[in-house]
């Protein structure tokens, strides 16, 4: 699950974004991950 989560944010962040959308993107990301891990637990 959390292999999937940075997955994805690794391809977010390498997709053509501009900077408040990647700031945006990093942010929706990081609570996924956040998410995750409480899950996991």
């Known amino acids: ?3 999937s989560a940075a997955t994805a ?3 977010a962040a390498s997709g ?3 900077g ?3 700031l945006l993107d990093i942010d ?3 609570a996924v991950l956040v998410v995750d891990i ?3 637990l």
């Open 1 to 3: 699950m959390t292999a």
């Open 9 to 11: 944010l690794t391809a």
């Open 16 to 18: 053509p974004v501009t």
């Open 20 to 22: 408040k959308a990647q």
């Open 28 to 30: 929706w990301g990081e």
């Open 38 to 40: 409480d899950d996991s």
